[in-house]
T-cell receptor, first 111, second 112 residues
Framework: RKEVEQDPGPFNVPEGATVAFNCTYSNSASQSFFWYRQDCRKEPKLLMSVYSSGNEDGRFTAQLNRASQYISLLIRDSKLSDSATYLC????????????FGQGTELSVKP | EPEVTQTPSHQVTQMGQEVILRCVPI?????FYWYRQILGQKVEFLVS????????KSEIFDDQFSVERPDGSNFTLKIRSTKLEDSAMYFC??????????FGPGTRLTVT
């Protein structure tokens, strides 16, 4: 079983749509959680850390359910510039540990 | 805004040759990492480095790989004898005080 699993997509949505990505992780000892975005052939860029209480940054909302080992990302009012691959990432420790990446979910926002 | 830098952006080498990939992490960060991403696959951890020594390494990071922090700013990944399957994007990252890792733009390594 993969340690971090994501639906690979692609998700094709019109501009202005709301889109949700889901992710599950298998190791209950995981400590910290992130969403990164990656554009084609570029580096992963941190979108947001994910906290148990849930957190929001503008159009983006992330949720963590430790009991279900489930992480989500919601994008509201999607823009053409949101087209990218969204990576669900976990870390087993808080400080210094390696990041474990999911395969990524591809999003394509169309006009 | 400080950022992680990497050189070169693209390296082409022949099988069996040695390559050195260079990174300049963000200056006040203490943990440094190398990851790789084979085309079409997920990002994979290679090695982490703290206090001038390796703190963790993956199965991929075998005897052909080494890392060094030769001075106060550079962080290098050396592959002694490259194989075709080493062709990938190699990303350097460093850790902030908030335990978030920021990535450099990557070096695309092509082994022919």
């Amino acid at each position: 079983r993969k340690e971090v699993e994501q639906d690979p997509g692609p998700f094709n949505v019109p501009e202005g749509a709301t889109v949700a990505f889901n992710c599950t992780y298998s190791n209950s000892a995981s400590q910290s959680f992130f969403w990164y975005r990656q554009d084609c052939r570029k580096e992963p860029k941190l979108l947001m850390s994910v906290y148990s209480s849930g957190n929001e940054d503008g159009r983006f909302t992330a949720q963590l359910n430790r009991a279900s080992q489930y992480i989500s990302l919601l994008i509201r009012d999607s823009k053409l510039s949101d087209s990218a691959t969204y990576l669900c990432v976990v870390n087993r420790v808080q400080q210094g540990g390696k990041l474990i990446f999911g395969q990524g979910t591809e999003l394509s926002v169309k006009p | 805004e400080p950022e992680v830098t990497q050189t070169p952006s693209h390296q082409v080498t022949q099988m069996g040759q040695e390559v050195i990939l260079r990174c300049v992490p963000i200056s006040n960060h203490l943990y440094f990492y190398w990851y790789r991403q084979i085309l079409g696959q997920k990002v994979e951890f290679l090695v982490s480095f703290y206090n001038n020594e390796i703190s963790e390494k993956s199965e991929i990071f075998d005897d052909q790989f080494s890392v060094e922090r030769p001075d106060g700013s550079n962080f290098t990944l050396k592959i002694r004898s490259t194989k075709l399957e080493d062709s990938a994007m190699y990303f350097c990252a460093s850790l902030t005080a908030y335990y978030e890792q920021y990535f450099g733009p990557g070096t695309r390594l092509t082994v022919t």
